[in-house]
């Protein structure tokens, strides 16, 4: 495959991860505005751009996703001329949310007017981890490579058994609390609950596959977490911090049980918790050293995620 002409443009973050981790990197061509992982490609030429304004709040850019959306007009756009130059065989991008990346009919319009050829699209919509698995087993297999995608494929799911079996014999499961958004408060839907549940905790206030729900401040006081962990979509630990006080000042914050014993914890969602790629078993080991760090030293503190003291 590696010197197969095929040309690929991913414009999803975690299809460039599939793509690199399946060893092809050297047949992309193009990536989305959002593709930053591994380094090297963003040297590649940039075939989207996002409709809203860079430094906005939380409830900023809340309010301007609502606004277009409801104007029916997308959240980004496809930079057609740029597809067009870079001639592509392959198109990956999602059908699952119009938030997360330029949606499939914007894509198929784009190819059908400015394509002199047809182009393959591959459209990614995963809900679970094993929705995921399943993806880098189809993309593996429309590139010609399904061999790379078991070899990848068996080597994250050894990775998951491993937590598994080793939390096998402990009954103690914490509840934990995955926030999404800050403002308006979101908790953490699709697979971050069954990241919770394999990590050894009880997720409150989301159901696996699902999307993450809108909730107010009075049910995650009654809930009164165990743990919270702090993984807004697309922020990094960084900008999470730049909001914090939107948490900190809700009435009753600092009488929570999560806060009492200092398990408030702050993780890199955009680099890995928002991606249902590759890196989606990193963040469950992310999600196991933090609900049980006397059995799980991965390494991700201090870059991964962080933990919070009030």
């Given amino acids: 495959m590696s010197s197969s002409p095929l040309r690929i443009i991913s414009l999803l973050p975690s299809a460039t991860e599939i793509i690199c981790a399946l060893g092809l990197e050297q047949n992309l061509v193009g990536r989305s505005h959002e593709c930053d992982y591994p380094e090297s490609v963003k040297a590649l030429p940039i075939c989207t751009e996002a409709n809203i304004p860079d430094g906005l709040s939380s409830a900023e850019i809340d309010n301007k996703v609502k606004e277009i959306l409801n104007d029916a007009l997308s959240l980004y756009t496809v930079k057609k001329e740029v597809i067009r130059n870079l001639q592509p065989d392959v198109?990956?991008?999602?059908?699952?949310?119009?938030?997360?990346?330029?949606?499939?009919?914007?894509?198929?319009?784009?190819?059908?007017?400015?394509?002199?050829?047809?182009?393959?699209?591959?459209?990614?919509?995963?809900?679970?981890?094993?929705?995921?698995?399943?993806?880098?087993?189809?993309?593996?297999?429309?590139?010609n490579v399904s061999e790379a995608g078991n070899v990848l494929i068996e080597d994250l799911e050894d990775r998951i058994n491993i937590i598994r079996h080793k939390l096998k014999f402990i009954d103690a499961k914490p509840t934990v609390a995955c926030i999404e958004w800050l403002e308006p408060l979101m908790t953490s839907g699709n697979w971050i609950p069954e990241l919770v549940n394999i990590a050894g905790g009880t997720p409150v206030l989301a159901e696996a596959g699902k999307h993450s729900?809108?909730?107010?401040?009075?049910?995650?006081?009654?809930?009164?977490?165990?743990?919270?962990?702090?993984?807004?979509?697309?922020?990094?630990?960084?900008r999470t911090m730049r909001e914090i006080n939107l948490l900190l000042d809700k009435p009753g914050f600092a009488e929570l049980k999560a806060i009492k014993n200092n398990r408030l914890y702050i993780a890199d969602g955009n680099q890995y918790f928002n991606r249902p790629g590759p890196r989606l078993v990193d963040s469950l080991e992310i999600m196991a050293e933090i609900i049980n760090p006397k059995q799980f030293i991965f390494g991700f503190e201090g870059n991964g995620w962080i933990k919070f003291s009030v």
């Fill in 213 to 238: 729900p809108y909730v107010d401040w009075e049910a995650i006081r009654l809930a009164n977490p165990d743990v919270i962990v702090l993984m807004p979509c697309g922020f990094s630990i960084d």
């Fill in 91 to 143: 198109v990956i991008t999602q059908d699952q949310c119009d938030v997360c990346a330029v949606s499939l009919p914007e894509v198929q319009q784009a190819l059908q007017e400015y394509l002199d050829k047809p182009a393959q699209i591959i459209s990614l919509q995963p809900n679970s981890i094993d929705e995921m698995l399943a993806d880098i087993k189809n993309v593996a297999s429309a590139l």
